[in-house]
Nanobody, 115 residues
Framework: QLQASGGGLVQAGGSHTLSCAAS?????????MGWYRQTPGKQRELVAT???????DYAHSVAGRFTISRDLAKKMLHLQMNSLTPEDTAVYYC??????????WGQGTLVTVSS
């Protein structure tokens, strides 16, 4: 189970942090966690992912502005977002998957960036 939090209203140019807590029996088998986002009428898109090894990957649109981090002991995932623009406005989803390919999704948290 994934529980995302931290959505809200942010001014353009500002910073904001999202968090996601993993729980349940499968949480110990998670190999990759990440953040996706979706706006009305568009497909859900990858924002950033982080493997247990520490390897990270970012969408081109957020690289250099967003930082994904993970606390393995606390089973928490964070997304630090800097230099936000109105184009970053979206519902952000936390994702986790196991080596066997099982995917889990959080409930989504809305981030609105005002110009």
């Amino acid at each position: 189970q994934l529980q995302a939090s931290g959505g809200g209203l942010v001014q353009a140019g500002g910073s904001h942090t999202l968090s996601c807590a993993a729980s349940g029996d499968d949480s110990s088998r998670i190999s990759t966690m990440g953040w996706y986002r979706q706006t009305p009428g568009k497909q859900r898109e990858l924002v950033a992912t982080r493997l247990n090894s520490g390897t990270t990957d970012y969408a081109h649109s957020v690289a250099g502005r967003f930082t994904i981090s993970r606390d393995l002991a606390k089973k928490m995932l964070h997304l630090q977002m800097n230099s936000l623009t109105p184009e970053d406005t979206a519902v952000y989803y936390c994702n986790a998957h196991t080596p066997s390919g099982t995917h889990y999704w959080g409930q989504g948290t809305l981030v609105t960036v005002s110009s």
